[in-house]
T-cell receptor, first 114, second 109 residues
Framework: DTGVSQNPRHKITKRGQNVTFRCDPI?????LYWYRQTLGQGPEFLTY????????KSRLLSDRFSAERPKGSFSTLEIQRTEQGDSAMYLC????????????FGAGTRLSVL | EDQVTQSPEALRLQEGESSSLNCSYT??????LFWYRQDPGKGPEFLFT???AGEEKEKERLKATLTKKESFLHITAPKPEDSATYLC??????????FGAGTILRVKS
């Protein structure tokens, strides 16, 4: 069990550029979550998938953000036309349905928008 | 709206000085309360989950308890390696977790 893997670990971009992050969940987990965390705050829910279906999105998620999980395995999170306010740690978690919803987190991707 | 409030924001302890962290919550229907530990630059690491008032769980120097309105994380005889941010989260409707802002714990030797 290699845990949840996220790439890249760090991303520095200029305002207005598009960025994409990848998350590989624990292999047998069918649920995958994206959260965002800013300094001094707890993680904030963005969206969640069960298998390949995106079942919930936060109202805070603007239309510049899109997430996919095309084959029910890895997931990507894309941010278009980045803004300085998008600078944060983006965390991915996975869980197995029916096992108490215990979510296991990856190490995150830290995004800095200049 | 589901809310989680953690206190204190920061806590400094001497090695061996026991204390407790508080997590107060407001949810429409609690389906689980979770404690995580987070080290700087890393993702949250799962510690405990509690499902009903009166439930308790222990792991090494940590013990988590749950009432209808709050949860406590008790730390007995802490060591410097227990220094981290401790996050509390609740699951209400759906599967998302709602997190508090965390308590930063520093244990000095």
């Amino acid at each position: 069990d290699t845990g949840v893997s996220q790439n890249p670990r760090h991303k520095i971009t200029k305002r207005g550029q598009n960025v994409t992050f990848r998350c590989d969940p624990i292999s047998e987990h069918n649920r995958l979550y994206w959260y965002r965390q800013t300094l001094g705050q707890g993680p904030e829910f963005l969206t969640y998938f069960q298998n390949e279906a995106q079942l919930e999105k936060s109202r805070l998620l603007s239309d510049r953000f899109s997430a996919e999980r095309p084959k029910g395995s890895f997931s990507t999170l894309e941010i278009q036309r980045t803004e300085q306010g998008d600078s944060a740690m983006y965390l991915c978690a996975s869980s197995l349905a029916g096992w108490g919803n215990i979510q296991y987190f990856g190490a995150g991707t830290r995004l800095s928008v200049l | 709206e589901d809310q989680v409030t953690q206190s204190p924001e920061a806590l400094r302890l001497q090695e061996g000085e026991s204390s407790s962290l508080n997590c107060s919550y407001t949810v429409s229907g609690l389906r689980g309360l979770f404690w995580y530990r987070q080290d700087p630059g890393k993702g949250p690491e799962f510690l405990f989950t509690l499902y009903s008032a009166g439930e308790e769980k222990e792991k090494e120097r940590l013990k988590a308890t749950l009432t209808k309105k709050e949860s406590f994380l008790h730390i007995t005889a802490p060591k410097p390696e227990d220094s981290a941010t401790y996050l509390c989260a609740v699951q209400a409707e759906g599967n998302k977790l709602v997190f508090g802002a965390g308590t930063i714990l520093r244990v000095k030797s």
